[in-house]
């Protein structure tokens, strides 16, 4: 029992390291906030419930969004080149798109 435990463990720790780094991409600077969302954020949030996310209060506004986009954490790729107005309207498609906790 204790043996498949860790490799459990493992084999979840493995899966999320694989979401976990700097991604390059860089949207056109016309791309609308869904296009930047299924191009990049669906690879590791799957949308669920009719809501692109579920957000604690802390993360529901545009300023906590973006930093989080750009610069990742606990796990989250980090898009430091989703800059300026992309990074806008990808916020504002998460706000609109999405439950708070």
Do not use: W
């Not at 790729?77 to 609109?96: D, K, M, S, W």
């Amino acid at each position: 029992m204790k043996k498949t435990t860790l490799i459990l463990t493992f084999a979840a720790l493995a899966g999320l390291m694989g979401c976990s780094k700097t991604d390059p991409y860089t949207p056109p600077s016309d791309a609308t906030g869904e296009d930047i969302f299924s191009t990049n954020c669906t690879k590791c949030h799957k949308p669920e419930a009719g809501a692109a996310m579920i957000l604690s209060e802390k993360m529901a506004n545009k300023d906590a969004i973006i930093q989080k986009v750009q610069k990742g954490s606990m796990g989250m790729t980090a898009f430091p080149n989703i800059q300026g107005e992309p990074a806008q309207r990808l916020a504002e498609y998460v706000l609109a798109n999405s439950k708070t906790k």
